[in-house]
């Protein structure tokens, strides 16, 4: 089957709800035999789009019967992992000795595993082998099948495992529970087609997929009635959304169908690759009211050498390039990154070329990454790996820079008045809310629980380097 004719599956998700609804039987006798509810609790490792499958992953649970929980002592557990980088994979382990002995405990306990891990053969093997409490693992392609593998287990009493190589199916309208009432991901593409070389995520998540428009509209508009003003659209390369649809669609004229949804005040996305970002995505970023003023555009490396050898596509100066024309067309745009240090073959030169492109952008934030070699990955063979104390030097010195110019760009605002979505109480401080601004900046300000979720008139009254301090005016401009 190609790509352009995959159809969401309207008959699996009936099928998915009848297995909820005999979990549910399940669940209800266990619980009234133990006098209490059942609770579950999700731990997710690694990015947003694993975020977004939690959310779904926990609207199964709740349907099903479980409350959730944050304590690990829980009667479900599931860890929704990640191995973009070695030292995911090697925390998921540590933590499963840890519940073993919570297991042992609690007979009830069922322990699942799933997320882009568990598509490594290698890791189930292991997990068969070494790990035999685990009750059930599943992969990324087949989450919506979360109840039939209860029920399976249930019956079976064994280990379930279920990972797909890969699927052509995209499953619609089932239940997600969301972290944020008024935010939510929206996932618009699934999988990768780039094969960046140090990259697992291709052999991961898949070939890329990309959902029909109307499902993703008809999504959104469901989400603003029910109280979203924010959307983050999701994918591993937003920008090359649409092509294989039965009726092509580009990513910047989705943005545009997105940017009318009435109740919708703000569109974030992620992640776009430099190398597919278009002239006329940066046109609708300008053109877009609601589009955040905000892009996410992982360089990797500021060495043309490296990104050759990395398999990016794209070489120093034409990432510039592209960076100039963005500014020019949203000039208070904010601009972050995700770079890597220590790829196989990288050299001084090479590390100060990336130091060159730091110094140049001027990121609001930067994420930084020690090269982590993947099995299975075209860089994971290249000779001359960086050796470990290099590598860690050269990380040191990246991120001093990267924080030195971020705390200078990130309090350009100070003393003027910004939009801020108040999200949730502080941490830190009684009596304050954290929230954002439109390019992601976060603020702390005095608030009432009551506001969380509206978009407020916040002055900036103080920098301090990542974040600021500040204080709701009302609307005629007169202190709260
Ligand atoms: N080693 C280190 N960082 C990696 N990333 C992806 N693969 C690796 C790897 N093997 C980083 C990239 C990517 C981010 C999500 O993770 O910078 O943009
Ligand atoms: Fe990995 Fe590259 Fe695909 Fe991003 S674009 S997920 S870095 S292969």
Redesign the pocket.
């Known amino acids: 089957m190609t790509e352009s004719r995959i159809q969401p599956s309207a008959e699996e998700a009936a099928r998915q709800e009848y297995f909820m609804q005999e979990a549910r039987k399940e669940t209800e006798a266990v619980s009234r035999k133990l006098g209490r509810p059942l609770t579950c609790c999700i731990h997710t490792f690694g990015c947003q789009m694993n975020a977004r499958d939690s959310e779904k992953l926990l609207g199964i649970l709740e349907r099903i019967g479980f409350q959730e929980t944050e304590d690990e002592n829980a009667d479900f557990v599931l860890y929704n992992t990640c191995t973009v980088r070695e030292n995911a994979n090697l925390k998921v382990y540590g933590r499963l000795g840890y519940l073993n002995t919570l297991k042992k405990k609690n007979p009830h306990m069922l322990i699942a595993l799933c997320g882009c891990m568990m598509q490594e053969p290698q890791v189930v093997e292991k997990i068969r082998k070494s790990y035999r409490f685990v009750d059930i693992v599943f992969g990324t392609h087949n989450i919506f099948k979360l109840a039939e593998l209860i029920c399976r287990r249930l019956r079976e009493k064994t280990m379930v495992v279920d990972i797909w190589e890969g699927t052509d199916q995209i499953v619609e309208d089932l239940p997600a529970e969301r972290k944020y009432p008024f935010k939510s991901g929206v996932n618009i593409m699934f999988g ?1 087609n ?3 070389s140090y ?1 697992i ?2 052999y991961v998540r898949g070939r890329e997929r990309s959902r029909r428009p109307e499902d993703i509209l008809a999504e959104v508009k469901r989400l603003a009635e029910d109280g979203v003003v924010e959307v983050m659209l999701l994918g ?2 937003v920008n090359s959304y649409g092509k294989t649809l039965e009726h092509p669609m580009t990513f910047a004229q989705l943005l545009r169908r997105v940017n009318e949804i009435p109740g919708i005040q703000r569109i974030r996305f992620m ?1 776009s ?1 430099p190398k597919d970002l278009s002239e006329e995505l940066i046109q609708a970023m300008a053109d877009c009211k609601k589009v955040c003023r905000h892009l996410h555009l992982p360089l990797q490396s500021g060495s043309s050498r490296i990104l050759k050898a990395m398999n990016r596509r794209y070489t120093k100066e034409q990432y510039l390039e592209l960076t100039e024309r963005i500014r020019a067309a949203v000039p208070d745009i904010s601009l972050t990154t995700d770079i890597i240090v220590g790829f196989p073959g990288e050299t001084e030169e090479d590390f100060q070329e990336t130091l060159d492109v730091v110094r140049r952008v001027r990121y609001d934030s930067a994420f930084t990454f020690l090269y982590s070699r993947r099995t299975g990955t075209p860089a994971a063979v290249m000779e001359n790996q960086v050796p470990e104390d290099v590598m860690k030097d050269r990380f040191d010195r990246l991120l001093a820079e990267v924080q030195r110019i971020s705390s200078e760009v990130c309090g350009r605002d100070v003393h003027t008045v910004q939009k801020v979505l108040a999200e949730e109480p502080d941490t830190h401080l009684e009596g304050y809310l954290t929230g954002r601004m439109d390019n992601n900046t976060v603020v702390h300000f005095p608030g009432k629980k009551e506001w969380i979720g509206n978009i407020l008139d916040v002055y900036l009254d103080e920098s301090r380097g990542f974040y600021y301090m500040g204080h709701v005016q009302d609307r005629q401009g007169e202190d709260a």
């Open positions: 990768c780039n094969f960046c990259c995520v291709p591993q390369n992640t690759h």
